[in-house]
T-cell receptor
Framework: DVKVTQSSRYLVKRTGEKVFLECVQD?????MFWYRQDPGLGLRLIYF???????EKGDIPEGYSVSREKKERFSLILESASTNQTSMYLC????????????????FGQGTRLTVV | SQQGEEDPQALSIQEGENATMNCSYK?????LQWYRQNSGRGLVHLIL?????REKHSGRLRVTLDTSKKSSSLLITASRAADTASYFC????????????FGAGTRLFVKA
């Protein structure tokens, strides 16, 4: 069974802390994504990666960075957590389409609900 | 920016009825996907329809795509209480790349 695992289900951090959210997939997928989900706003793309050490900004990258040192792991880093980063964070992975640059079915983790106090 | 915009935002129906959700998008796409999310959980992929397809079925799900109107619909027939969830459409946002961009979703509530 395919699996995307996020390291924490719930997390509480203090303002100003450096926060690491970890995501691991076991499907050998090339693409990995980080989204945040807020009520009424749906999922917004923060960063994505299409290869090891490669990353591209999504729609809301400010205040975040990412790391992909190994194919199966994609980390989201909040350099200095702020209260407006309180949200549900969702990691996803997908394989690259053999026909070229085309998105395919994404597999999601269960999400990390982060509260910054 | 959100590529897909679902309509309605919320839908409440009786068990056994059909549920129709719509999605509009802004740019040309390679494909369009529909996902489901149970409360507080990750998303689960339902169906993918390519830009050269007009209709696709999967069990009780029927998806249509009209590229001339830049819209898609998801029909769930004979709905069940277990179909209660949020439903999202997703596209590549016209980037021709690997990005998958979601709309705000439709919240479906099926009353038993």
């Amino acid at each position: 069974d395919v699996k995307v695992t996020q390291s924490s289900r719930y997390l509480v951090k203090r303002t100003g802390e450096k926060v690491f959210l970890e995501c691991v997939q076991d499907m050998d997928h090339e693409n990995m994504f980080w989204y945040r989900q807020d009520p009424g706003l749906g999922l917004r793309l923060i960063y994505f990666s299409y290869d090891v050490k490669m990353k591209e900004k999504g729609d809301i990258p400010e205040g975040y960075s990412v790391s992909r040192e190994k194919k199966e792991r994609f980390s989201l880093i909040l350099e200095s957590a702020s209260t407006n980063q309180t949200s549900m964070y969702l990691c996803a992975s997908s394989e690259q389409h053999s026909g070229g640059r085309m998105n395919t079915e994404a597999f999601f983790g269960q999400g990390t609900r982060l509260t910054v106090v | 920016s959100q590529q897909g915009e679902e309509d309605p935002q919320a839908l409440s129906i009786q068990e056994g009825e059909n549920a129709t959700m719509n999605c509009s998008y802004k740019t040309s796409i390679n494909n369009l996907q529909w996902y489901r999310q149970n409360s507080g959980r990750g998303l689960v992929h339902l169906i993918l329809i390519r830009s050269n397809e007009r209709e696709k079925h999967s069990g009780r799900l029927r998806v249509t795509l009209d590229t001339s109107k830049k819209s898609s619909s998801l029909l769930i027939t004979a709905s069940r209480a277990a179909d209660t969830a949020s439903y999202f459409c997703a596209t590549d946002g016209g980037t021709g790349g690997f990005k998958t961009i979601f709309g705000a979703g439709t919240r479906l509530f099926v009353k038993a």
